[in-house]
């Protein structure tokens, strides 16, 4: 969505011409939702309708607006035997060129997806933690990434906020309603300081803590000495990244952790 919204923000009236393909409605199974769009200029695209031919047929198409200088046109597919695709579904796509009304209504929408983007707050910047920094930073959250120690971070994804710091609570403290917080440090006190912290909030979306089952019994025990609740307890995932592939490499437990974040925080239940 950066680089959607980047160019975006760059045009001007007297910007290289560039075209606008959005998915205005769909009925049935297609390969994006309504409001997709992608942007294509005569040699280059950002953004994707789903793929397929519907994407390819539609970059062409787009491509020829420009060239004979069309402001827009409509079309309709049906996804199946006829075009290709499968899908079985229906999709309306406007392809317009690029112009004030059309680019301030596409950056709104950004602007207000972005909005209603969770926020993520990481402590830690072990191998795990900077692994998950890359898995994560192109997803539709915004990502806090906590650490005291400066030279663990690495090269900081685009898109990542980072702080060097030991306060952590102040960043605790700020995290919106329904954020997550994903606890990755390599001090045990710190972590159950952390997580004794988010649990006792009871607003937020996903309180996840690396570690074994044994270290989570360790953790319940103690935090139920110091008065949280069994249900707030309950709220806690640990382990992390569930448990059907036993792969301790930092890389995969990230792609684990970010299916689950996926499903737990982005995409949490109403």
Request: with cysteine.
């Amino acid at each position: 969505m950066n680089s959607l919204l980047s160019i975006l923000e760059g045009w001007k009236p007297e910007s290289p011409a560039f075209a606008c393909v959005q998915l205005t409605a769909v009925r049935g199974s297609t390969p994006r939702e309504a409001g997709a769009f992608m942007l294509v200029g005569p040699d280059w695209q950002k953004g994707t309708i789903g793929g397929g031919v519907l994407e390819w047929e539609c970059l062409r198409k787009a491509r020829t607006l420009l060239e004979i200088n069309q402001p827009s046109m409509t079309h309709h597919f049906t996804l199946g035997a006829g075009t290709n695709q499968c899908c079985g579904g229906q999709a309306t796509v406007v392809i317009s060129r690029a112009q004030a009304e059309i680019v301030g209504a596409l950056k709104q929408q950004l602007y207000e997806q972005k909005q209603n983007d969770p926020t993520l707050l990481m402590f830690g910047a072990g191998h795990v933690g900077r692994a998950l920094a890359y898995v994560l930073a192109p997803l539709p959250m915004n990502l806090i990434w906590v650490d005291p120690r400066p030279e663990e971070f690495g090269n900081i994804p685009k898109g990542v906020t980072a702080h060097v710091t030991t306060e952590w609570e102040q960043h605790l403290t700020a995290l919106p309603a329904k954020a997550g917080v994903l606890v990755l440090t390599p001090n045990h006190s710190l972590d159950a300081l952390i997580v004794a912290s988010a649990l006792e909030r009871n607003d937020l979306g996903y309180i996840g803590l690396i570690g074994s089952k044994t270290k989570r019994r360790r953790f319940e025990a103690g935090f139920r000495e110091i008065g949280l609740t069994e249900t707030q307890i309950s709220t806690l995932t640990c382990p992390i990244g569930g448990q059907t592939v036993r792969d301790k490499r930092p890389e995969i437990i990230a792609a684990m952790v970010a299916a689950e974040i996926i499903e737990k925080l982005i995409h949490r239940p109403n």
